[in-house]
């Protein structure tokens, strides 16, 4: 019974140091790995989107697939050539038998060698040893036997989801219409994996505004809502554009949990200074998460220099997710809300806030405002004298880019400050067509007077009715505000000045 003890123990401690095996199954890149468990089951891991899980068997034995990346060049080629498709099934499950019998492989291996070391070093008897792999390998055989014996191909239809996954199934319906509606998007998947490709030829022509080192050059991106097609087009436009720095005006995560956090870790890959603000869909998790990337600047309620630009940030005082506390968050309100902070805000030369409802509370404050949260681009010039640039969605407004009749489309820009003055002086409004869309616009635009007067707002202006309680920066799972109607921004009538040049 000791050798049986301490063979299994060995055995369990071989697969668990095996490690994990790299397949290429279809266009996806995995990582599988085979671990014990009481019950026996089949974890697919999609982070940062969830898990779906499949008692596919009953023996003690967990298999684990981690989706790691997709080869973009394979994806297009089946996408393309419907006789690639059309094997795709097939291809699929020989990848698949290939890498879980490299895998079993690997872990039988390893438990045997695990088992044989275990009990020499205990028992230091050669042929208790040889006992002991034995009985290992027995068990081992016994295990396998189990598992293909016990084997439920209908498992695979129904899998119990996890993490954002979990509303899958409410959101594209039953099996029927998953097969409908995939084969209505399919064509427009192909084009959605082109659009990359059409983005880097189109900005690797475009002539910058101003090639001299005296520019600032800055990517003002917002509400990716955790749509990972956000960043081949973040790294395309930094490249191309030679961006000094990036600022995020939040929504970079859906809900604020947790599973989201791993979606952030491309932040760190960017090699640029990356200026983040929370927004209203970020909880303080995703905040401290970004706030680990080595690169990335999170302000709230402070302000850093940052590439040759004082910059003042402010993160969303509201978290919408959790619908368990209700606060007023009208327009008049979130403008009260900024102006309480204007003690905090030493003449920077840009400000980044989440809501535009914010931003008007800073009018006055600085010469160039940014903020998102609306998904719907547009640039006012504020009475004060106070430009602020509202962006679109960097992320194509994530799962909610087929909830309308159109696709939202991937929008940034890119800003040119002057490296001197610290005003703008230009800027580029780069549009990349939603789903099922094929094109690329680039709009410049050149700031009519960068040396304008920049005046505080009156003092004696009526204060706005609402008040805001409680800190400015909420707990996720414990929001300050709930997300009341949303009010059309203050607009004047554009001047020349504000038309693109």
Request: hydrophobic residues 40%; aromatic residues 4%; neutral net charge.
């Amino acid at each position: 019974m000791a050798v049986l003890l301490v063979a299994a123990a060995g055995a369990w401690l071989g697969i668990i140091l095996s490690g994990t095996v790299r397949a290429q199954v279809g266009p996806v890149e995995t990582g599988m790995s085979l671990r014990p468990a009481w019950n026996g089951q089949t974890v697919v891991d999609a982070s940062p989107l969830g898990t779906l899980t499949f008692r596919t068997h009953d023996a003690p034995l967990r298999l684990r697939i981690a989706l790691e990346n997709i080869d973009q060049e394979r994806a297009r080629a089946l996408l393309e050539d419907p006789r690639l498709t059309d094997r795709l099934p097939g291809v699929i499950e020989s990848d698949l038998i290939d890498g879980v019998r490299a895998l079993v492989i690997r872990s039988l291996l390893c438990a045997g060698a695990g088992a044989l070391i275990a009990v020499l070093m205990v028992f230091r008897r050669p042929r208790v040893a040889l006992l002991g792999l034995l009985a290992a390998s027995v068990a081992l055989a016994g295990t396998g036997v189990l598992a293909v014996a016990t084997f439920r191909p209908n498992s695979l239809v129904e899998p119990r989801y996890s993490g954002l996954v979990a509303a899958a199934p409410s959101l594209v319906g039953s099996a029927e219409s998953i097969v409908t509606r995939f084969e209505s998007y399919r064509s427009q998947l192909t084009k959605l994996v082109t659009n990359v490709s059409k983005l880097y030829d189109t900005v690797s022509t475009l002539p910058l505004y101003d090639a001299d080192p005296n520019s600032i050059r800055v990517l003002h991106v917002s509400d990716i809502h955790i749509n990972p097609i956000a960043w081949n087009v973040i790294r395309s436009l930094k490249d191309q554009f030679a961006v000094d720095l990036i600022v995020d005006t939040g929504d970079i995560s859906d809900h604020g949990t947790k599973a989201e956090n791993k979606f952030v870790d491309e932040i760190g890959r960017l090699d640029v200074p990356y200026v983040y603000v929370r927004g209203n869909h970020d909880s303080m998790t995703t905040q401290r998460a970004v706030e680990r990337q080595k690169n990335a600047i999170v302000l709230d309620d402070k302000t850093r220099s940052v590439a040759g630009l004082t910059i003042y940030g402010l993160g969303d005082p509201r978290f919408t997710p959790d619908k368990s506390v209700a606060v007023n968050s009208d327009s008049a309100t979130l403008a009260e809300f900024a102006r309480a902070r204007l003690g905090h805000v030493d003449k920077p030369d840009l400000i980044a806030v989440h809501d535009p409802d914010v931003g008007k509370g800073f009018s006055g404050a600085a010469a160039m405002i940014l903020a998102g949260h609306t998904h719907d681009r547009k640039t006012t010039m504020l009475p004060t004298g106070t430009r602020m640039l509202v962006q679109g969605s960097t992320g194509g407004a994530g799962l909610r880019a087929l909830e309308h009749a159109q696709p939202t489309p991937v929008q940034a820009s890119v800003l040119y400050f002057d490296k001197e003055t610290k005003r703008l002086r230009a800027w580029d409004d780069i549009t990349l067509g939603g789903l099922g869309e094929q094109s690329v616009y680039i709009q410049r635009h050149v700031e009519p007077n960068p040396q304008r007067m920049i005046s505080p707002e009156p003092t004696n202006a009526p204060s706005p009715t609402g008040s805001v309680s409680g800190t400015a920066s909420p707990k996720a799972g414990s929001p300050l505000w709930h997300q009341g109607q949303s009010s059309p921004m203050l607009q004047r009538s554009p001047t020349e000045g504000d038309r693109e040049s």
